[in-house]
């Protein structure tokens, strides 16, 4: 694979994210789908998650229900305890005043989040199966969990005597839609920019698993390539970087996507779609 674009412009990532936003130009049509009916402003990033990249009048009542049904599962299942321990849960009203610890012999117990343990756990998986030339219709497979270790696990664990863990029912899909709505938002915000959305420049391919029309497209476009070492520490929560990858006679554009970089989050490899007009290199 030859690499022929410097990596795109994208809009750095600020903790106060209410008060400065990055706006993106309407858009006047829904992103997912074309339609141009009942349109509303997507959170490239979840609000939830500390998002602050709005794209306006950019995605139809339709595809918003269906982006809001798996931001709810990584909001409510995947991420809900490192939200709370983080300050990333912003409803006061909603934030539990207690989280579940499973204690050996003792069966599980709900204690005050300054006595549970504030891991990050996510999912690694293989190549995305079109830089891997693996067939459509593989599963994902996930290679193991990345789990930071908490910064206050050695006080947690002066509190137990016995032996505790933390269950985690992660829900790989819904995270993996939430990658491809972060990586195809970034771009179509971008290419929007540069006045070159449209099917003449450029043939999307995450749409369909966004949308929950085809689930195998997610192992095929969504992985990791591989790492070698722990990512370091960084200030920010979450680094972007687009690129476009020449495979064959294609012109793929591709996203690194980093969450949770300040706690060693891993990075994640999206293949966003195919650019259709390129300066030969």
């Known amino acids: 694979m030859l690499y022929v674009s410097p990596p795109l412009t994208l809009p750095p990532f600020q903790r106060d994210s209410k008060e400065k936003p990055f706006v993106y130009p309407p858009l006047w049509r829904c992103m997912y789908c074309g339609s141009k009916d009942q349109l509303s402003t997507e959170h490239i990033v979840p609000r939830g998650l500390g998002g602050n990249i709005l794209f306006p009048r950019s995605t139809c009542e339709k595809c918003r229900k269906i982006t809001h049904e798996f931001e709810t599962v990584n909001m409510r299942k995947n991420f809900l305890f490192f939200r709370v321990h983080t300050g990333l849960h912003q409803h006061p009203k909603e934030r539990p005043t207690h989280l579940p610890v499973r204690i050996r012999g003792s069966g599980t117990r709900l204690v005050l989040p300054s006595a549970h343990p504030n891991w990050l756990t996510l999912p690694l998986f293989m190549r995305p ?11 994902f497979i996930i290679r193991r969990m990345h789990t930071t270790n ?10 137990y005597s016995e032996y505790f863990e933390v269950d985690y029912n992660f829900d790989v899909y819904a995270f993996a839609k939430l990658l491809a709505k972060i990586a195809h938002g970034l771009f179509c915000g971008t290419l929007h920019l540069n006045g070159e959305l449209s099917y003449e420049y450029f043939k999307p391919y995450l749409s369909d698993f966004i949308r929950g029309k085809n689930d195998n497209l997610g192992p095929y476009l ?3 390539l591989p790492q070698h070492q722990v990512p370091d520490y960084d200030a920010d929560y979450y680094k972007y970087l687009l ?37 030969q290199p």
């Open 150 to 159: 908490p910064r206050n696990l050695a006080a947690i664990r002066e509190q």
């Open 129 to 139: 199966g079109i830089l891997a030339n693996i067939p459509l219709g593989m599963p």
């Open 243 to 279: 690129i476009t990858a020449r495979q064959q006679e294609k012109f793929l554009t591709i996203a690194t996507l980093r969450l949770f970089s300040n706690w060693r989050g891993p990075d994640y490899t999206v293949v966003i779609g195919e650019r259709l007009k390129m300066d």
């Open 222 to 224: 969504i992985g990791q």
